[in-house]
């Protein structure tokens, strides 16, 4: 069984026992938040109707929060001559 969830403006396939690195969630370590599932599937049949997935929930909880790396960004500006 797997489902497609959307958060952070991307979506991820997530199964029971998955860990996933995601954006910036607006909770803290330990806390558990409800992803919206796009698509559920559980081996038989594949659910994508919208009415029928509306009720349904991915519960996920925080385990850290995390930095990336820093990006280094140039900007150029022609001199005039």
């Known amino acids: 069984m797997?489902?497609?969830?959307a958060t952070g403006g991307k979506q991820y396939k997530v199964a029971k026992g998955d860990v996933?690195?995601?954006?910036?969630?607006?909770?803290?370590?330990?806390?558990?938040v409800q992803?919206?599932?796009?698509?559920?599937?559980?081996?038989?049949?594949?659910?994508?109707?919208p009415?029928?997935?509306?009720?349904?929930?991915v519960t996920a909880e925080v385990v850290d929060q995390h930095k990336?790396?820093?990006?280094?960004v140039f900007k150029f500006k022609k001199r005039p001559s």
């Open 2 to 5: 797997y489902a497609i969830v």
């Open 20 to 32: 996933l690195d995601v954006e910036k969630l607006d909770a803290q370590p330990g806390d558990s």
């Open 35 to 49: 992803l919206d599932v796009l698509l559920l599937n559980d081996g038989e049949k594949t659910i994508v109707d």
């Open 51 to 57: 009415a029928a997935l509306k009720d349904k929930k």
């Open 68 to 72: 990336g790396e820093k990006v280094l």
